[in-house]
């Protein structure tokens, strides 16, 4: 088997375009999950009476079952009990014009949170509580310590792992191609088959994937160089 050099730079090129999608179904949950996360993290933390059992039950199923299902059960099942609550209350609505990307990013969003709130919580066990008495000390309420003392450390202490989950749902977006979305992946696939070139377009998605990587591990670097100044003595 002989390897097209060329096309592997007409497939680069032809998948790149995919490349907005997939950073949107990235993103999009991530942001989404860490605000979810952080909510969850601290009701278990601060074990709030009601909500915690529906906070442990979240986190318990959504990290324990694939992120395929989950897109599949809120693609399949969304539009159903929309469609059911839009009857019940007399709404002229069809849930079945919601755009399909809708469903990928609310199931992403959730899988992520679950991950997420493992991560944030973590990280905030990690904070000495002699930060957060030294808060009190000198005026702060509990608000005030958890903005300025506790969450930024804490999100300093999570950062590798928050870089890991999101380089993982980097990845995991390629699933969505089976709701037929036209992410990185699922370019490569249609660039493929139109071609009967398998290998060169694998070959140019994962130099994508890989640019992408790197990318975010440096970002990551530099971000946690500036958010851990404070353990080398200096002011951030």
């Given amino acids: 088997m ?23 179904i990235t993103v999009v949950p991530l942001t989404g999950g860490l605000i979810l996360g952080l909510i969850v993290a601290i009701i278990r933390l601060n074990r709030i009476r ?6 442990n039950f979240y986190v318990s199923f959504f990290r324990g079952t694939p992120a395929i299902l989950h897109i599949m059960v809120i693609y399949l099942g969304g539009p159903i009990v929309l469609n059911k609550i839009a009857g019940m209350y007399n709404v002229s609505f069809n849930a079945n014009t919601i755009p399909i990307v809708t469903f990928v990013l609310i199931a992403l969003s959730f899988t992520a949170g679950a ?3 493992e991560i944030i919580r973590s990280g905030l066990l990690a904070v000495e509580n002699g930060q957060v008495e030294a808060a009190y000390s000198v005026g702060m309420n509990r608000f005030q310590a958890m903005k ?11 950062l590798p792992n928050l870089c890991n989950i999101f ?27 139109n071609n009967l070139k398998f290998l060169e377009a694998y070959i140019a998605a994962a130099i994508i994937y890989w640019g992408l990587t790197m990318l975010v591990e440096g970002i990551t670097f530099l971000l946690e160089k500036r958010l851990t100044v404070y353990n080398r003595g200096g002011v951030v």
């Fill in 148 to 158: 300025r003392i506790i969450l930024p450390q804490a999100f300093a202490l999570s």
């Fill in 2 to 24: 002989i390897i097209d050099y060329a096309f592997i730079w007409i497939a680069f090129v032809e998948i790149l375009k995919a490349l907005p999608l997939t950073l949107v």
């Fill in 167 to 193: 380089i993982g749902f980097l990845h995991t977006s390629s699933i969505a191609f089976i709701v037929s979305q036209r992410e990185l992946n699922g370019a490569a696939n249609i660039v493929a088959s």
């Fill in 115 to 117: 991950y997420m709130s």
């Fill in 50 to 55: 009601i909500l915690e059992p529906i906070a």
